[in-house]
Every structure is written in C-alpha cells, then in structure tokens.
C-alpha cells in the first residue's frame, strides 16, 4: 500500500509569504503528527492529530504556524508571514492509533526554504 | 536541554562486521523507544522498537537492547552491509502521556566495502 506521501517535495517563498504543507497519511491511520528538522538536528515535535481535532499543539512555535485536519484524514500545515528561520524540512508521519507504542511512519518530508 | 543524546556523531565500519549504535535518555518517563534510519533527501524509515518492560528485541540484523537503570539503549547490526549506511536516531516517547517522539541528533554510519 501507499506510504505517507507530502507535498510539495520542495517549496522556495520569501519572507513575509504564506505557505501550505499538505499530508496525506497511510489509509485507515487516525493518528497524524507533524515534525520540523534543521540541518544537523533530530526532528522536532510540532502537533499531533488524533483525528479531526489536535491532540497536541505544543511544538507549534508560535502562532503563525496553524495546522487542519478537518476530515481526519488529509492535513495541511499552514505558515503565515514566513521568516528565514522557518527554513527546514517539514516531516509529516501517520500511525494507526495513538494506543501505547505505536510505531509512527514519515512521509519524505517537504524542504522549505525562506529566502 | 537533550533528553535522549546520540554522543557519536558518526562511525565507521567495515563491511560483515558489528555496527554498535548507542543512545542515553534523561527522562525516566520513557517508555517507548524507537530506531529509525535516514537517507539523504527522505523521510525517516522506521528500524526497530522496544517497550521499557524488555531489555532486548531482535529483529533480523537488527537488535535493540534497553539498561532502563542506565537509561541506555543500543542498536547492533550484525553483519553489517554497505546498504546499511545511513543517519539513524534513537527516539522516545512517553506513550501514557502524549504521543510526541523526541529525538536525538542522530549517528551517521559507514559502511565500507
């Protein structure tokens, strides 16, 4: 079956712009969650959706970062007023429930660079 | 603040030989961890977890083993293969409370022919 897919792969915008990163996840996956890698770091925790609504929005860095998953599956990533320091890779990874271990699949990730 | 530290930033080995991935963790609330593999230009592709009540699980070349007292994990790959070369991280999670993995800074390894 299909993976966790993203677009764009690739996304150049200049500052002050607004972006949207799109998820889709792995079919019949109710939980979706959203992580941020800079060069040379792990990934780092965004928002997590256990369906529609977002279980866990404490990685969002501020508030010109919003994220939607509004029929549970698809979700988009939303980036307004775009600054230089959002340059990273956006992970996007799905998993089947959000009951205890359950292994978290990554999509391949979309580059945003903020020129 | 690093809760879960990869203090090898890369390593190299030969071909057919043992690769030893290491990782510590601060938190004792972890209770979920997880290896995951990265090549240039994709996403993380998951390896391998275990849950804190095992100290070990194995899974083909792969083997994760957990010292909870020690808060140390490591991942062996026997025999290693060129394939294999790659960034990995070592990930946590707290599964009772939320679901967000934390992530160290990840191990380049080397695999050469």
């Known amino acids: 079956g299909a993976g966790v897919s993203q677009t764009p792969s690739n996304k150049v915008t200049e500052k002050g712009k607004y972006v949207e990163l799109r998820c889709d996840p792995i079919?019949?996956?109710?939980?979706l969650y959203w992580y941020r890698q800079s060069l040379g770091q792990g990934p780092e925790f965004l928002i997590y959706?256990?369906?529609?609504?977002?279980?866990?929005d404490s990685g969002l860095p501020n508030d010109r970062f919003f994220a939607v998953r509004p029929e549970g599956s698809v979700s988009t990533l939303k980036i307004q007023r775009t600054e230089r320091g959002d340059s990273a890779v956006y992970l996007c990874?799905?998993?089947?429930?959000?009951?205890?271990?359950?292994?978290?699949?990554f999509g391949p990730g979309t580059r945003l660079l903020v020129l | 603040d690093q809760q879960v530290k990869q203090n090898s930033p890369s390593l190299s080995v030969q071909e057919g030989r043992i690769s030893i991935l290491n990782c510590d963790y601060t938190?004792?609330?972890?209770?979920?961890f997880l290896w995951y593999k990265k090549y240039p230009a994709e996403g993380p592709t998951f390896l391998i977890s275990?849950?804190?009540i095992k100290d070990k699980n194995e899974d083909g070349r792969f083997t994760v083993f957990l010292n909870k007292s020690a808060k140390h994990l490591s991942l062996h790959i026997v025999p290693s293969q060129p394939g294999d070369s790659a960034v990995y991280f070592c990930?946590?999670?707290?599964?009772?409370?939320?679901?967000?993995?934390?992530w160290g800074l990840g191990t380049s390894l080397a695999v050469n022919p």
């Open positions: 275990i849950s804190s």
């Open positions: 990930a946590a999670l707290n599964a009772g409370n939320n679901r967000k993995l934390i």
């Open positions: 938190n004792s609330m972890f209770d979920y």
């Open positions: 990874a799905s998993s089947l429930s959000s009951g205890e271990g359950e292994t978290q699949y």
């Open positions: 959706f256990q369906g529609t609504g977002a279980a866990d």
């Open positions: 079919s019949g996956h109710t939980a």
